[in-house]
């Protein structure tokens, strides 16, 4: 069952960017702690669930997709669960399938964006992204701006690229931050170690996750270099953006059409989507 199979590590890096995709709800836990209620145990407590949940779904699918189908099938096919679904259920497979992969789609979907625009809020909220942004509903204090710019920023990834490209690229970048974030524990466990910490885990526990995210960073520029270093590049390309769009400088690097471009923006929230800016608020 194994013929073929490669034993390069950085093949095996790219390959755990699909899995580790599976997973990947568990960070996303942490971009609505502002709204949690108990947040010090029902965050980790959120996480631990959900990654034992998508274990004990996705391991025994995946088994079921090796005991169905055969090794050439696997191969050949562009969607396993549709060939899976008609090799067990026939005919029928070929609409239950879809539509439950469209169902749990729209569920991902639905809490990405959740998630993602919240990231999108606190940064402009904070000042590293522009005020038009930071804009919440007035009655259900949902981030419409983030949510329509991110809508807007999904389209334009998915129109210049497939999704294998763009799982890599994301995959790279995202795994690059938790590396950042997690090197940044480490250090605080020196500089800032009288801090109050609601949850401990052992020493060795982020020395391991900061290996494997060094292990995710470097090898996949090996064996996929472009959308790789595509990601890594897109990431830097915020500094500038940031310097000349959103920070104050002496220097009056915005350009003055930026401003008119975010007070419409903003003007447009208003009116339209019925927010108001929440930097001053926090």
Not at 92 to 120: D, K
Not at 155 to 176: K, N, T, Y
């Amino acid at each position: 069952p194994f013929e073929g199979t490669t034993h390069s590590i950085s093949s095996v890096a790219i390959a755990l960017f699909g899995v580790l995709w599976a997973f990947d709800g568990w960070n996303a836990v942490g971009y609505t702690a502002e709204e949690m209620q108990n947040v010090e145990q029902n965050l980790p407590r959120a996480a631990i669930i959900g990654i034992v949940v998508v274990i004990a779904v996705y391991i025994p699918m995946n088994l079921a997709y090796f005991f169905v189908l055969s090794y050439d099938e696997l191969i050949a096919t562009e969607a396993v669960g549709v060939s899976f679904g008609k090799n067990t259920l026939g005919d029928a497979g070929l609409v239950i399938v879809p539509l439950f992969v469209a169902i749990s789609t729209f569920g991902a979907l639905s809490s990405s964006f959740f998630n993602a625009s919240r990231i999108i809020l606190s940064s402009a909220r904070d000042g590293l992204l522009p005020d038009a942004l930071s804009g919440v509903h007035r009655t259900s204090k949902t981030p419409n701006p983030a949510v329509l710019f991110l809508a807007a920023l999904s389209v334009i990834f998915i129109m210049i690229g497939d999704i294998d490209e763009l799982v890599d690229g994301v995959s790279a970048g995202v795994w690059l931050f938790y590396g950042i974030t997690i090197a940044g524990l480490l250090v605080m466990r020196v500089t800032h170690k009288n801090e109050p910490r609601p949850y401990r885990v052992w020493l060795i526990t982020p020395i391991f996750a900061l290996l494997v995210c060094l292990y995710l960073v470097v090898l996949p520029v090996i064996r996929k270099p472009v959308p790789t270093l595509m990601a890594f590049g897109t990431t830097l390309l915020g500094l500038p953006v940031y310097v000349c769009l959103v920070m104050e400088t002496p220097w009056k690097l915005r350009p003055k059409l930026f401003d008119r471009v975010s007070q419409s923006f903003s003007t447009f929230s208003s009116t339209v989507l019925n927010s108001q800016s929440s930097r001053s608020q926090s």
